[in-house]
């Protein structure tokens, strides 16, 4: 099996230990050679500031190629515009472009009256400024505000068509749910890689309640396979479940994989290890 390329998500810290969580996950998983690692970005631009700090230090002090979640949400497009900014004067050149969630409080997402009003105008914006890699969301499921699949493989379109130059799924059961979503996407001309969200099951009762949230089934294999393990058996299961999803789709052809961390570094590794993903020798903490 050819060992794939890897890349990882952190989201930022907001107390103490948090960031002390952050650091260690990050010393764990660099050496690694990830692609990239990228930040998340808070419901309305809660995070913005936190973001931003992360995003500068991981890039100083590890030295990794850092992706800053970049959203629509509660924010100017002047504003918008300025992080981006920001974010390149600091050596940063490449955003993940969101249209983001809708603030706490609200229902649906609504655009700021002086902002963008979805991920393909932000996208188009960065795009201009020439000096952005630009990746973007796609949703093998359909997205809560979706019509269905269709809808969003011609919305990913535009997302590409806009500048984006590849794309991070958000997460997934079974590699037939990836492999449909990549074979529309193929059909409707989308030419930029689609990478799969891979997120290891840290906890089943979070993970199911997470897939409630974003619209990803939760299949009865999974639901009966956990029942079973009970908390006794859980983490060898999930390792077992996140290396084997892993390995049909590097079977099936995908070289790159995208894992969503909630910075905790254990499982991430032994996922990688499981698929020969082996620390770089050369690897060293910038100072």
């Known amino acids: 099996m050819t060992t794939p390329a890897i890349s990882f998500e952190f989201f930022p810290p907001r107390t103490l230990e948090q960031s002390f969580r952050l650091w260690e996950t990050a010393r764990a998983l660099a050496p690694l050679g990830p692609d990239f690692v990228s930040v998340t970005y808070g419901a309305g631009g809660t995070t913005r500031q936190l973001t ?33 900014a920001d974010y390149a004067a600091a050596g940063v050149h490449e955003i993940v472009a969101l249209r983001g969630d809708a603030p706490q409080g609200q229902d649906r997402f609504t655009a700021h009256p002086e902002g963008f009003a979805s991920s393909v105008a932000l996208i188009e914006a960065i795009a201009a400024r020439g000096d952005m890699t630009i990746r973007c969301g796609a949703y093998p499921e359909p997205h809560p505000d979706s019509a269905d699949t269709a809808a969003d493989v011609a919305w ?22 990836f492999f449909r979503f990549r074979d529309a996407c193929a059909a409707a001309g989308v030419a930029a890689p689609i990478i799969p969200g891979i997120l290891p099951i840290q906890s ?8 409630e949230r974003c619209g990803t089934s939760v299949p009865q ?19 077992d479940v996140c290396v084997k999803l892993c390995e049909s789709l590097v079977e099936g052809g995908v070289d790159k994989l995208h894992f969503y961390t909630l910075n905790k570094p254990d499982l991430v590794q032994k996922v990688c290890a499981g698929l020969g993903v082996a620390p770089k020798a050369e690897f060293s903490r910038v100072a």
Do not use: M
């Not at 089943?204 to 897939?211: N, S, V």
């Not at 009966?224 to 999930?238: I, K, M, Q, T, V």
């Open 221 to 239: 294999w999974a639901e009966e396979a956990f029942a079973a393990a009970g908390p006794e058996g859980e983490a060898a299961l999930a390792l």
């Open 204 to 211: 089943w009762a979070g993970t199911r309640r997470f897939a």
């Open 156 to 177: 990913l379109k535009r997302k590409v068509d806009a500048g984006a130059s590849s794309a991070i799924t958000q997460f997934f059961f079974d590699a037939d749910t």
């Open 52 to 84: 931003h700090e992360a995003v500068t230090a991981l890039a100083g002090h590890y030295g990794l190629n850092v992706a800053a979640h970049l959203t629509c949400v509660d924010a100017t497009r002047e504003e918008t515009l300025q992080i981006v």
